[in-house]
């Protein structure tokens, strides 16, 4: 199957102004793409490409003074599979897991671990280590949260999340992080394009956060929002949490005057020439490329 995915936002400065953008697909993100998977400009400015230390594609830029339109639109080939499952998978002893697990056991700014590990324990205690655990948090948070677009703010911790039992995906997805790392298992933050193929009733088209936990060697999705297995999730960053990837970091001040995403499944039915009338309109295909040192 394919789903064609992008974003337009449009931003006033009055300043020329640094940008650092987090908007590209993950440089990990095995799917065939197609389309320029870069940022583009209008009108037009010199951008540059790096990879994080999280394997995160990220785009620099000076906006200028004035209106600027942040843009991507791709086509990608996806399986149509939903996120992996495996009731039987193990979680590690800590002295067994992989060094570079253990950064995702920490707390972070917005994943408060050690403030949450009593109520933790208390919560999960008695539940089987591994899947079943990391599946109990996801309901647990699942149910706990009630989500709003209202309820967010750029400042809400996890701590904050489950006291005020309300949240936007990042906190469904922040506190499902603290509760994993407060009970010894390995998770990070992930966020990405999320449709409706296979669940139309989800509401429209948006970036969406999850998390990746660590269990029997390999890393797993998890998503407490729905709290259930999903089709065509489209890979843009992984961090400790979302203080690691915000889509704009901006070096001083601007005004955002639109913001709109799609992630929409190309029907089946949709004719060859259609399809290629689709796939003429959209970018010349063009692979992110590191910034010249």
Same mark, same amino acid.
């Given at each position: 199957?394919?789903?064609?995915?992008?974003?337009?936002?449009?931003?006033?400065?009055?300043?020329?102004?640094?940008?650092?953008?987090?908007?590209?697909?993950?440089?990990?993100?095995?799917?065939?793409?197609?389309?320029?998977?870069?940022?583009?400009?209008?009108?037009?400015?010199?951008?540059?490409? +790096?990879?994080? !230390? =999280? /394997?995160?594609?990220?785009?620099?830029? *000076?906006?200028?003074?004035? %209106?600027? @339109?942040?843009?991507?639109?791709?086509?990608?080939?996806?399986?149509?599979?939903?996120?992996?499952?495996?009731?039987?998978?193990?979680?590690?002893?800590?002295?067994?897991?992989?060094?570079?697990?253990?950064?995702?056991?920490?707390?972070?700014?917005?994943?408060?671990?050690?403030?949450?590990?009593?109520?933790?324990?208390?919560?999960?205690?008695?539940?089987?280590?591994?899947?079943?655990?990391?599946?109990?948090?996801?309901?647990?948070?699942?149910?706990?949260?009630? +989500?709003?677009? !209202? =309820? /967010?703010?750029?400042?809400?911790?996890? *701590?904050?999340?489950?006291? %005020?039992? @309300?949240?936007?995906?990042?906190?469904?997805?922040?506190?499902?992080?603290?509760?994993?790392?407060?009970?010894?298992?390995?998770?990070?933050?992930?966020?990405?394009?999320?449709?409706?193929?296979?669940?139309?009733?989800?509401?429209?088209?948006?970036?969406?956060?999850?998390?990746?936990?660590?269990?029997?060697?390999?890393?797993?999705?998890?998503?407490?929002?729905?709290?259930?297995?999903?089709?065509?999730?489209?890979?843009?960053?992984?961090?400790?949490?979302?203080?690691?990837?915000?889509?704009?970091?901006?070096?001083?001040?601007?005004?955002?005057?639109?913001?709109?995403?799609?992630?929409?499944?190309?029907?089946?039915?949709?004719?060859?020439?259609?399809?290629?009338?689709?796939?003429?309109?959209?970018?010349?295909?063009?692979?992110?490329?590191?910034?010249?040192?």
């Amino acid at each position: 199957m394919f789903i064609r995915a992008g974003f337009e936002i449009t931003i006033t400065c009055d300043a020329p102004t640094p940008l650092l953008l987090a908007l590209s697909p993950h440089s990990t993100y095995p799917n065939r793409i197609v389309g320029n998977a870069g940022v583009r400009t209008t009108p037009s400015v010199p951008t540059t490409a +790096f990879v994080d !230390g =999280f /394997g995160n594609w990220r785009t620099r830029l *000076v906006a200028p003074v004035g %209106e600027l @339109t942040l843009s991507s639109d791709i086509l990608v080939e996806d399986s149509g599979a939903p996120d992996r499952f495996n009731w039987d998978a193990r979680q590690h002893e800590v002295a067994d897991l992989p060094s570079d697990t253990l950064t995702f056991l920490t707390a972070s700014r917005y994943c408060e671990v050690d403030e949450l590990v009593a109520r933790a324990w208390e919560l999960f205690g008695s539940v089987p280590p591994g899947w079943a655990r990391v599946q109990a948090i996801s309901n647990f948070v699942h149910n706990h949260l009630t +989500f709003g677009y !209202g =309820f /967010g703010r750029s400042t809400k911790t996890a *701590v904050d999340a489950m006291r %005020e039992k @309300t949240g936007v995906c990042r906190d469904f997805a922040q506190l499902s992080l603290a509760l994993c790392r407060a009970m010894n298992i390995p998770a990070r933050y992930a966020s990405g394009y999320l449709g409706d193929v296979g669940v139309p009733d989800s509401g429209p088209a948006d970036f969406c956060a999850w998390i990746e936990v660590f269990l029997e060697g390999e890393w797993y999705t998890f998503d407490a929002r729905y709290n259930t297995p999903r089709i065509g999730r489209i890979l843009l960053v992984r961090g400790q949490d979302a203080a690691d990837v915000p889509m704009i970091t901006a070096f001083g001040s601007y005004r955002m005057s639109l913001f709109r995403v799609w992630c929409d499944e190309v029907s089946g039915t949709t004719s060859e020439a259609d399809r290629l009338a689709m796939l003429q309109s959209l970018p010349d295909s063009q692979p992110l490329t590191l910034a010249a040192e």
